[in-house]
């Protein structure tokens, strides 16, 4: 049965959770359902698939935002609903602009969790408002996680009581991937550890960089990325003399070539919903070592891999998690990310 489906989101900038949401649409859209995705305002950073529908409702904009409070809230929700409605929505998809879409009632509106704030905040004081709020939101409500982990820590955790909770998965193709990896770039090395994300605390590359100089190995890392703590990162591996072996290569438009080509890529999070990272590699057939935040890395790294998942905060088990990787990779098949694939996923969603 063919449907009509809804995606509402703040807007197409950014980083994961808008690439999986134009994947999944399109490939929604390539299966013969009608698909159209509405932005809360005109800010576009992916390249946008052929065919698909995007209509910019621009109820987002600097006089709203100067004055964000309820009232605000509900007129902007009022706009979006009447979009929904005259579109004649089978499934709506509200994916970051809960704080709006929230004050819509629609029969099957969904609200589709790409984040773990049980992990992000836990040592925050702002936990507890945070949790607050997350249960205001979605007590009763219908939602989508985008991996058990984080279906479980909604419930266990932020203590939220859905009316209906199912994860499914982030769809992927792997053809794509392959074609970004065919694009000539200068590899500085012919054989590298790598770890790609932005520099920030919640990505912990100082985990990194001091179970790297502890494991000892001689086969260098690349980090690729930008961010707030590029300068306490660079003092890092200065400190544990590491400037022959660790290199910064910045940020990266289409990092895929330099994720085909590595020896292993390295995950060392506080935090992460479903991390992309760590399927796309697979995707090129290379394998990762992770350790096991909440959420996502353990659904992730199966078979030879789980091996690969070490404790969050054991860098001599990452330590020697690398150092069996350096001395015997694995080989990497369609087994590891069978689950991923969108042939596998998108009926998930056509079934909602």
């Known amino acids: 049965m063919l449907k009509r489906f809804a995606f509402v989101i703040s807007d197409l900038y950014g980083g994961g959770a808008e690439k999986s949401l134009l994947y999944t649409a399109d490939g929604l859209r390539q299966r013969g359902h009608t698909v159209r995705v509405f932005t809360l ?13 995007i209509v910019n409702l621009a109820v987002v904009n600097r006089f709203t935002k100067a004055i964000t409070n309820g009232w605000v809230e509900k007129w902007q929700a009022k706009q979006i609903a ?33 984040g773990d704030t049980s992990a992000q905040f836990r040592h925050s004081a702002k936990r507890e408002k945070k949790f607050s709020k997350q249960r205001t939101y979605y007590n009763g409500r219908k939602i989508i996680a985008v991996s058990r982990g984080v279906e479980q820590n909604l419930q266990d955790i932020v203590g939220i009581r859905p009316a209906y909770i199912q994860t499914i998965y982030n769809p992927y193709e792997r053809q794509p ?24 605390h919640v990505k912990r590359q100082d985990r990194l960089l001091r179970a790297y100089a ?29 400037e022959n072996r660790v290199t910064m290569l910045g940020y990266r438009t289409n990092p895929y070539p330099f994720i085909q080509q590595a020896k292993a890529l390295v995950l060392t999070s506080d935090a992460e ?80």
């Open 82 to 114: 009447k979009a929904i409605h005259d579109y004649q929505a089978d499934v709506v998809l509200s994916c970051s602009c809960d704080r709006i879409t929230r004050h819509i009632q629609h029969p099957n509106l969904y609200f589709w969790i790409k």
């Open 41 to 53: 305002r005109e800010r576009i950073e992916h390249r946008i698939p052929e065919g698909l529908d």
């Open 273 to 352: 919903g479903l991390p992309r990272v760590l399927i796309e590699a697979l995707l090129l057939h290379t394998p990762v070592i992770s350790v096991d935040c909440p959420s996502g890395p353990r659904e992730i790294l199966t078979g030879e891999l789980a091996s690969f998942l070490v404790g969050q905060e054991d860098e001599k088990g990452l330590a020697d998690a690398i150092t069996r990787m350096d001395q015997s990779p694995v080989e990497i098949d369609e087994r590891y990310y069978q689950q991923f694939l969108a042939e596998n996923v998108i009926p998930q969603f056509e079934s909602l």
């Open 214 to 242: 502890r494991s000892g190995v001689e086969t260098p890392l690349l980090l690729l990325g930008k961010g707030e703590t590029e300068g306490e990162i660079k003092q890092l591996i200065a400190e544990l003399g590491l």
């Open 177 to 200: 991937f392959l074609e970004m990896a065919k694009e000539e770039v200068s590899l500085p090395l012919n054989e590298y550890f790598l770890h790609v994300g932005a520099f920030t």
